[in-house]
């Protein structure tokens, strides 16, 4: 079993910056892919940005040029540099990791979520 663990949600005024993280924990064996989601109140979840083992990115329309996904293989750990942050932007976001194990087993493990508000 794997674990997600969530930080660096909160309020912030249009225009600033959050960093979010999520750090992996438990039976690990290989962290495949790697992304952030986000819903917002009366909407679908939808994607924000993923990110490969081997750092390939792919991004939604609406924050490419703005947000960033990075991850550190060693620490089991994915992040989420959201600058220019707009009202639009306001949602519970959720990490979602993809493990694979020894006997390539893909399993999708999701974190908790963490709010992010943009408001003045």
């Known amino acids: 079993q794997v674990q997600l663990v969530e930080s660096g949600g909160g309020l912030v005024q249009p225009g600033g910056s959050l960093r979010l993280s999520c750090a992996a924990s438990?039976?690990?064996?290989?962290?495949?892919?790697m992304g952030w989601y986000r819903q917002a109140p009366g909407k679908q979840r939808e994607l924000v940005a993923t990110i490969s083992r081997i750092s390939n990115t792919n991004y939604a329309e609406s924050v490419k040029g703005r947000f960033t996904i990075s991850r550190d293989n060693a620490k089991n750990t994915v992040y989420l540099q959201m600058n220019s942050l707009k009202p639009d932007d306001t949602a519970v976001y959720y990490c979602?990791?993809?493990?694979?194990?020894?006997?390539?087993?893909?399993?999708?493990?999701w974190g908790q979520g963490t709010q992010v508000t943009v408001s003045s």
């Open positions: 979602k990791i993809d493990h694979l194990s020894r006997a390539s087993t893909r399993t999708p493990y």
């Open positions: 438990g039976n690990i064996f290989r962290m495949d892919d």
